[in-house]
């Protein structure tokens, strides 16, 4: 049998006010959940703000707990304890009704240092959102300034590419006009060997069993007995020369404008593509 001094807790369902609650709690993880949505891309803001969305369910869970212990324990006080103690007063029974003060000291006493330690979780909950607040905006304002420096970069990079496709585009005209040219020099000096040939026969078999202009202006030369067709010869041959070397320094400009050209469509195409990414990602924020 139990003495005069055991109470036994009453069991209670969960009262209306708590249920009144669930609202903001739902409301409380549905920001969470739209936060994490907006942010899990950052992969350290995804930790906090993981971090953050536990905590707060752990110090909902305490909450709900410490009301909980609150309704109970009043409601044991209430019910049982003080007619308990009121009865122990009729009966003059000093020793009894301390027992029972002692015991709600007690139960006060721990429902006052939970809701202590309700109060520091919160405190902490707190400060922790106020952090991330800060990361998140700090988080933000780097990714503008990351942005804001990228598009400068893909505006110079930009006029540095159309720079370079004009350039090239300019040196494959003066390269094609160069090629126009040294056929028609190559031309002009095929009928300045033909009319030699016409008038000098050594030169003319000379001519007729070398296959290449090229070979007949350099060695054959030695067979031209008129002083006028050797000028002539020698004046073809340097403007063919001046083409060639002309064509040599062109194509030189156009392989170092095409490897610029190259150089500067990759970095170009990987500012984009880092651009693209952070815009993607932080799109909702």
């Known amino acids: 049998m139990s003495s005069d001094t055991d109470v036994v807790k009453s069991s209670i369902g969960s009262p209306d ?7 903001a709690a739902e409301k409380t993880a549905l920001l969470y959940k739209i936060s994490y949505l907006c942010l899990a891309k950052f992969p350290t803001l995804e930790k906090i ?17 410490l ?16 007619p308990m103690l009121k009865a122990a007063v009729k009966k003059e029974n000093a020793l009894v009704a301390t027992q029972f003060l002692q015991k709600a000291r007690v139960w ?3 429902i006052i240092k939970e809701v202590e330690r309700v109060v ?18 700090s988080t933000k304002k780097e990714t503008d300034d990351k942005i804001k420096q990228l598009t400068n970069e893909q505006k110079s990079l930009q006029t540095a590419v159309d720079s370079y496709t004009a350039k090239l585009n300019n040196i494959q005209r003066e390269l094609n006009d160069c090629n126009n040219q040294i056929n028609n020099a190559e031309r002009e000096m095929q009928n300045l060997v033909n009319s030699i040939s016409c008038r ?15 070979w007949i202006v350099n060695a054959g030369h030695r067979a031209i007995n008129d002083p006028k067709d050797n000028a002539a010869i020698e004046t073809a041959k340097s403007k063919l020369n001046n083409l060639q070397q002309n064509k040599s320094q062109l194509n030189s400009k156009e392989w170092m404008a095409q490897t610029e050209l190259m150089k ?22």
């Not at 009301?67 to 003080?82: A, I, K, R």
């Open 264 to 285: 500067n469509q990759m970095q170009l195409t990987r500012v984009l593509f880092q651009t693209l990414s952070i815009l993607l990602r932080f799109k909702h924020t």
């Open 120 to 137: 520091n979780a919160y405190t902490n909950l707190n400060h922790g959102v106020a952090s991330a607040t800060s990361d998140v905006n």
């Open 17 to 23: 006010f708590l249920q009144e609650m669930l609202p």
């Open 49 to 65: 703000i993981r971090a953050n969305a536990v905590e707060t369910q752990m110090v909902f869970s305490s909450s709900e707990s």
């Open 67 to 82: 009301l909980l212990m609150c309704v109970s324990t009043s409601d044991n006080m209430v019910n049982t304890l003080f």
């Open 200 to 214: 000098n026969s050594k030169f003319g078999i000379f001519a007729a069993v070398c296959p290449f202009i090229g």
């Open 108 to 110: 006060i006493h721990d």
